[in-house]
């Protein structure tokens, strides 16, 4: 009892420290956009998309032999980015984007037909994963060549806060290394926190004992995705929106390309399980939605309802079936 008393207090201070690091890494992060020219939404899909955590662990778990609980996270990480924060922040205010190229969008739609031709077809699984990868490929140099851009005057005090518009007022090159540096900080503490929150997670599992599928679906996909809802959560209340959403489009494409084509060749081959394909429609389910949400260039609470909606769904199917 002692043990795992410890174990969940660990846990609970992991997710603190992610707290509080998440507000230096992008306040810093906001001001680096401005001072290098860069647009968030990139920022968000390079950066906050990347997902070290999530990797590791659906990695990890291919290696040892447990195919469901790495391909489960892969899925149930992706619906959770795409459902959870942003029908969070939904219910309280409406949240402003600008318009989304239909790049992403394609490639989305593309990698999750790549995934499920690999999960049903038993020769195609290994080839699927190299393909993803190539595609991870394309979307790095398509953005690095397309989205690095000059923020305008009303875009830049969009995101500058009192501090840092006098801050500024200091030598550039200060205040570059300065916040360079406090980002780096707080990327350290966000990715220690994640860390030490997956290896707690862990420990309370062993200790609770559930199934594979369970596990890989609900639990990993929640602990793996803390700190990118963190994150997330707090760009669209310091009104940084466009990293927000850039983050969530980079997580999933992250997980669809770099992971799942890392685990799949590891694995190898996959036994058709019809539980991956529903989550997989679900997800699909998922990004038709936003093809529309996207349009209107205003997320609603309505829209928010909708993702909860689907979110309870994907949380009742995985809970009663599993």
């Known amino acids: 009892m002692w043990e795992l008393l410890i174990w969940i207090s660990l846990f609970i201070g992991s997710y603190i420290v992610i707290y509080f690091a998440a507000d230096l890494f992008l306040d810093n992060l906001k001001l680096i956009c401005i001072i290098y020219n860069l647009s968030p939404l990139i920022i968000g899909m390079l950066i906050l998309g990347i997902d070290p955590e999530e990797s590791i662990a659906s990695i990890i778990s291919a290696f040892n032999g447990l195919p469901y609980i790495s391909m489960g996270n892969i899925i149930g990480n992706s619906i959770i980015a795409m459902t959870l924060p942003f029908s969070i922040a939904l219910m309280v205010k409406p949240i402003k984007i600008h318009s989304v190229s239909p790049f992403y969008i394609i490639l989305i739609f593309l990698l999750i037909v790549v995934v499920f031709l690999g999960l049903i077809i038993h020769m195609f699984f290994l080839f699927s994963g190299l393909l993803v990868l190539l595609f991870y490929a394309i979307y790095f140099i398509w953005n690095i060549k397309h989205y690095s851009k000059k923020l305008t005057d009303r875009e830049s005090s969009d995101f500058l806060l009192i501090e840092d518009t006098i801050e500024l007022e200091k030598p550039q ?145 995985n809970f009663f079936i599993i």
Do not use: C, P
């Not at 699909?284 to 997320?299: E, G, N, P, V």
């Open 173 to 317: 090159e200060v205040v570059k290394y300065k916040k360079v540096l406090l980002i780096m900080i707080g990327f350290t503490f966000i990715f220690l926190g994640g860390e030490l929150l997956i290896f707690s997670a862990d420990k309370i599992l062993e200790i609770i004992q559930i199934s594979e599928e369970f596990f890989g679906f609900i639990i990993i996909g929640f602990v793996t995705n803390v700190e990118e809802l963190t994150l997330v959560l707090k760009s669209i209340k310091k009104e940084a929106t466009e990293i927000g959403i850039g983050g969530m489009i980079g997580k999933v494409i992250w997980n669809l390309t770099f992971t799942y084509g890392i685990s799949s060749i590891i694995l190898m081959t996959i036994t058709l399980n019809i539980i991956l394909i529903i989550n997989l429609f679900i997800l699909l389910l998922i990004f038709i939605a936003y093809t529309f949400f996207l349009r209107s260039k205003l997320l609603k609470r309505s829209h928010g309802v909708i993702l909860l909606l689907i979110f309870i769904l994907f949380l009742s199917y």
